[in-house]
């Protein structure tokens, strides 16, 4: 069996709920579906976290995806995927959210072949019952109070906030927030510190704030420097007791394994796409494990990447104390349950959620059907499907 078609999809989904951080929103994403064809009629789906307007933009992804499936995936056997994603490491150094697509399409492709889920293929079924942390977006400290309530009201667990670069509004944020759910549930803050913005936070601010929001039983702080800014992670550690959490400062493998080395961070966010799907984020996972430290997974695409990231959430064994972040899907279709989603481009979402809770999800591969009617419906004006073909 050789692969010998591979195409490319851009499709534009609006988000039902504007994706609002510290620095900026999402209202659209700006998504590329890939699909891997075999010369048997078998095929594999991949789809990632969506591509902005400026830096790595949609059409310069597909492009380079275009030279991936020419130059590497076509006349190969599908089933060689370390073989296949090592040469891809190779060939195009760093560009996670292009190899997460790739990625994805390949393990769902090896799962249908091998006719078993893609949990099976890493390790088999750990965890039948997921607990998981709502992630709650920069807005009025009031409406994030409601959006907070009505999410643990669902069944989810624990709460991670933005709060935005404003001290003093950080505060009230958290305040009204913790006032509305009460004393038992966790609640996280993401500061997003980002150079050049009003969120931008040193050490010596980013510390202040924090012992002001732990006067409401902090769970921990995301991002509390900025992306470069080991230093300031470092200095911030040694002087309070919450723990910190790595987000953009732990983009990669590589950089995971810096933060780790320098003792910079307690807690990893473990966002799939961005890492490079499950083969780098199996690696960035083991490498936190092997330092007793903690992480949250996370996923931001479509349904595509849902099921990826449930796959990949139920086959590893992992400390309760930090939750994962794999209800994200909400943000574009709405509710708070899986079930009442009919909009997405698979047929059926997989890795249900109910009552707050992330379930197995089914097989083979990612156990995901393409809903063509849909994928026509999403399609991105402007922007034509790429075939690559043997």
């Known amino acids: 069996m050789k692969i010998n078609r591979v195409e490319i999809i851009p499709v534009d989904i609006p988000y039902k709920t504007p994706f609002r951080v510290s620095y900026g929103g999402v209202t659209s994403g700006s998504y590329v579906i890939l699909r891997i064809l075999t010369d048997e009629g078998i095929d594999g789906v991949g789809s990632s976290i969506g591509f902005p307007k400026i830096g790595l933009n949609r059409e310069s992804a597909m492009a380079q995806m275009k030279s991936v499936a020419s130059g590497l995936l076509l006349g190969q056997d599908p089933l060689n995927t370390e ?18 697509h790739i990625d994805y399409a390949l393990y769902d492709l090896k799962g249908k072949i091998l006719n078993v889920p893609v949990y099976q293929l890493l390790g088999g079924l750990c965890r039948e019952k997921i607990p998981l942390e709502w992630i709650v977006m920069m807005d009025d400290p009031e409406v994030q109070a409601e959006i907070a309530v009505k999410y643990l009201a669902a069944g989810f667990h624990s709460i991670k906030m933005h ?36 969120s931008h936070c040193n050490a010596h601010d980013a510390l202040r704030v924090i012992e002001e929001l732990d006067k409401y039983d902090l769970h921990y702080a995301e991002q509390p420097v900025t992306t470069h800014d080991i230093d300031g992670f470092k200095a911030i550690k040694r002087r309070t007791n919450v723990p910190l959490a790595a987000d953009a400062s732990a983009d990669s493998v590589g950089e995971a394994y810096n933060m780790i080395k320098e003792e910079a961070a307690d807690i ?24 007793n430290l903690d992480y949250a997974i996370c996923v931001l695409g479509n349904g595509i990447e849902h099921a990826a990231g449930a796959h990949f959430a139920v086959s590893r064994a992992k400390r309760g104390k930090i939750l994962d972040e794999l209800g994200l899907i909400f943000y574009l279709y709405g509710g708070t349950e899986t079930k009442g989603i009919t909009a997405d481009v698979t047929r059926e979402i997989n890795g249900k959620i109910e009552k707050g809770y992330l379930y197995p999800p089914k097989g083979p591969g990612l156990g995901i059907e393409l809903d063509e009617e849909m994928v026509k419906r999403y399609a991105a004006p402007g922007i034509n499907k790429i075939v690559v073909e043997k």
């Not at 090592?86 to 060939?91: E, G």
């Not at 984020?281 to 092997?290: E, I, K, Q």
């Open 83 to 100: 073989g296949i994603l090592s040469r891809l490491d190779v060939m195009l150094p760093g560009s996670w959210r292009i190899k997460a």
């Open 163 to 198: 709060v935005g670069g404003d001290p003093k509004l950080a505060v009230k944020r958290l305040k009204t927030v913790r006032e509305a759910v009460g004393s038992d549930i966790p609640i996280a803050v993401d500061m997003a510190s980002v150079a050049g913005t009003p």
């Open 268 to 291: 990893f966010h473990a966002l799939m796409g961005r890492i490079g799907g499950i083969r780098k984020t199996l690696n960035y996972t083991n490498l936190v494990d092997a330092a």
